[in-house]
């Protein structure tokens, strides 16, 4: 019962200034309507990385104009890229449409070593501590290739797990121990400096 129908992804949304809300707000109507004339129980999900891509756009109430006339128990919206953008934080929580917190940190198949982990070991804990976060749902990993950078999404899928921000030294000490079955300071020394360059990168495009 879920159709993931995604809008206006990268593209314009065709729509005049003077009636712009209204038009989103039809806009939301007519693919909902769509959903639910196939399945009566039908619910419409969609990718919030048109927000975060065109923000200019899609400013708070252009948001809100779109998913006005959709049932919130009838739409949920998957938050793409937090580790760029808090659409949850920016938008008021999706106006009360159930959402799923996610990252992407692989963006086109890049095979660089980077990633931000310090940033990843408490983001999430952090928003769930947050009163304003909505209705969240679910806990999403959306990277455009896999097979690379393993320790981002070990640690992605241990904080999906965890209510409270994550130790990432601590953490790192026992990835390593689990990733070669020894424990050793050399390792820990070099991953250390690992964690303090690559690996606290905020650049999600590296060239």
Known sequence: HYYLADLFNENEAPVS????????ADFGKSVFDAINAGDPEGTWVMQGWLFYNNRQFWDKESVKALLSKVPNERMMIIDLANEEFHGWEQLDGFFGK???YS??????????MIGNLPLYAKDAPEMLANPRKGKVVGFGLSP?????NEVVYELLTDVAWSQKPIDIKAWLQNYIKQRYGAEDQDLFTAWM??????YSSPVVHPT
Not at 17 to 24: R, V
Not at 144 to 148: F, L, R, T
Request: charged share 15%; net charge negative; proline share 3%.
């Open 17 to 24: 200034a003077a009636t712009k809300q209204s038009e989103l």
């Open 98 to 100: 159930p959402w799923i």
């Open 103 to 112: 990252t992407i940190h692989n963006y086109g198949g890049n095979s660089q």
């Open 144 to 148: 455009e290739g896999v097979q690379n």
């Open 193 to 198: 400096d690992l964690l303090e360059s690559v």
